[in-house]
């Protein structure tokens, strides 16, 4: 079967350094995305990784190492905003989307 | 601004009853997409369409059905005979068509059942 894990929960202070890990086994791959969900409210996209290797942007990184099928993704000075849900989803080789449970990322001060 | 809406926010209904959740985008793409999530729960994908008058069924379409008359509007229907109908429903479309991966989402709709 297809199964994509991640932490359900992590903790972290504000300006700190958070890695967020996720691990895949798919049937097949064509792409890793990071979404931030905040509480009720719809994902929204962060992060794509096709190849391996780290993807920055700004705060955030992503990186991706497709024998090791895992990802993780890497939130820098951190901010109060932050505190959101990380869902990590893989695009399979029938190119629908799989999707982690998400971590729960609680920043304190 | 180009965007995908739904309606309403927060739905309640009583056991047995049909209820349509609305789905709308006025950004001209031929592919929509509804899912489900459940607290603990990835995203799960009920129906799909890529194209007006066209759908298909995803990993949990039982209990649910879905119209495409018009390629702005895919409305879903959770029927009486959806068994745990209470969560919340998010109706998404691809940032670029064909491609599947990064999607807009709609804002969500929660439906719980009374």
């Known amino acids: 079967g297809q199964n994509i894990d991640q932490p359900t929960e992590m903790t972290a202070t504000e300006g700190a350094i958070v890695q967020i890990n996720c691990t895949y086994q798919?049937?097949?791959?064509?792409?890793l995305f990071w979404y931030q969900q905040h509480a009720g409210e719809a994902p929204t996209f962060l992060s794509y990784?096709?190849l391996d290797g780290l993807e920055e942007k700004g705060r955030f990184s992503s990186f991706l190492s497709r024998s090791k099928g895992y990802s993780y993704l890497l939130l820098k000075e951190l901010q109060m905003k932050d505190s959101a849900s990380y869902l990590c989803?893989?695009?399979?080789?029938?190119?629908?989307?799989?999707w982690g449970a998400g971590t729960k990322l609680i920043i304190k001060p | 601004d180009g965007g995908i809406t739904q309606s309403p926010k927060y739905l309640f209904r009583k056991e047995g009853q049909n209820v349509t959740l609305s789905c709308e985008q006025n950004?001209?793409?031929?592919?929509m997409y509804w899912y489900r999530q459940d607290p603990g729960q990835g995203l799960r994908l009920i129906y799909y369409?890529?194209?007006?008058?066209?759908?298909q069924k995803g990993d949990i379409a039982e209990g649910y059905s879905v119209s495409r008359e018009k390629k702005e509007s895919f409305p879903l229907t959770v029927t009486s005979a959806q068994k745990n109908p209470t969560a919340f429903y998010l109706c998404?479309?691809?940032?670029?068509?064909?491609?599947?991966?990064?999607?807009?989402f709609g804002p969500g709709t929660r439906l719980t059942v009374l």
């Open positions: 998404a479309t691809p940032k670029r068509e064909g491609e599947v991966g990064e999607q807009f």
């Open positions: 950004l001209n793409h031929d592919a």
């Open positions: 369409s890529q194209i007006v008058n066209d759908f």
């Open positions: 798919t049937s097949g791959f064509n792409g």
């Open positions: 990784n096709v």
């Open positions: 989803a893989v695009k399979d080789s029938n190119y629908q989307l799989i």
